[in-house]
């Protein structure tokens, strides 16, 4: 796409924020003047910025799109996990408020040859892997999906009935969910960090397919380490996308 139109920045109208959990929201939004950002890919990203009253912009930050492009021609999603200033300020948006993005950007996207992929999320890390999930889910698509999500509470697990759901009408989808602080007592999933055990307990053949990270820098290295331990050549199978 024409570099000038990626930076151009896009007034979007605020159409709903979803809590997810009790730091991360979906952010639902319309692009003003009906015409949507160029076409995305599933896993890519764009600039948010927040406005001044003059419409001019307060400050920016990168968020994947959370949403799937197909379902995207009308309203987009971000999903924001509440850290710092600019997204203490994103969470207290209301609908009809102004924002402005710029993009898309990125290169975290499937190939279209794979026949499977299996995903490592580490906590917010998840927002570009639920676009490629969604994406192939609306599709109903035959690729096998492994999605290993990583969060410290079922709490803190943005998602996590929506990818249940998924999974129960769409059996290429697989998600096997990790807590690494505190399980409910009928807890089904997984306890602790990734490891190797855990790993195998869910994939037997680990010669096919694509792998894509996303997390903070210490999931990400965790999960290449163990790639690496099971033969994955991570240079030409594994992708990565780190929030820094
Ligand atoms: C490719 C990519 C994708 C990402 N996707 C996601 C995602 O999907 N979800 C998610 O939650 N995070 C995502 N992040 C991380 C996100 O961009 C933020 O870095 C993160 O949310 C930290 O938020 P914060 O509130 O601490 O930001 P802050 O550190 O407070 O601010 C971020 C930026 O906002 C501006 N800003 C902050 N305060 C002010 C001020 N007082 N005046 C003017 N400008 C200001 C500055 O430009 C600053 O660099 C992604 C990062 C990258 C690189």
Redesign the pocket.
């Known amino acids: 796409m024409d570099p000038k139109l990626l930076m151009m920045m896009r007034r979007f109208r605020v159409k709903e924020i979803l809590w997810e959990s009790p730091k991360t929201f979906t952010l639902r939004l319309a692009p003003e003047a009906g015409e949507m950002m160029g076409s995305f890919l599933a896993g890519q ?1 764009v600039y948010l910025s927040l406005l001044n009253p003059d419409g001019t912009a ?7 799109v ?1 949403s799937a492009p197909d379902e995207s021609r009308e309203q987009l999603e ?11 300020r994103a969470s207290r948006l209301v609908p009809d408020d102004i924002v402005g993005i710029q993009g898309p950007f ?1 290169v975290f996207t499937i190939p279209a040859e794979a026949s499977s992929i299996i995903l490592f999320a580490g906590g ?1 890390g998840i ?2 892997l639920r676009s490629i999930i969604r994406s192939l889910w609306l599709r109903r698509s035959a690729t096998q999906v492994i999605l290993f999500y990583s969060n410290k509470t079922i709490e803190e697990t943005a998602y996590f009935e929506e990818f249940t759901r998924m999974a129960k009408e769409w059996p290429a989808f697989r998600p096997i969910f990790l807590l690494t602080s505190q399980a409910p007592a009928n807890w089904m999933g997984e306890v602790g960090r990734i490891n190797a055990e855990m790993m195998r307990r869910h994939m037997q053949d680990f010669s096919q397919g694509f792998y894509f990270v996303c997390g903070p820098p210490g999931f990400i290295e965790t999960v290449k380490g163990l790639l690496i331990e099971q033969g994955v050549d991570v240079k030409k199978r594994l992708k990565k ?4």
């Open positions: 990203w307060w400050g920016r930050a990168a968020f994947s959370a971000l999903g924001i996990k509440v850290y710092g200033e600019f997204t203490k990125g917010i927002t570009p996308e780190l929030f820094g």
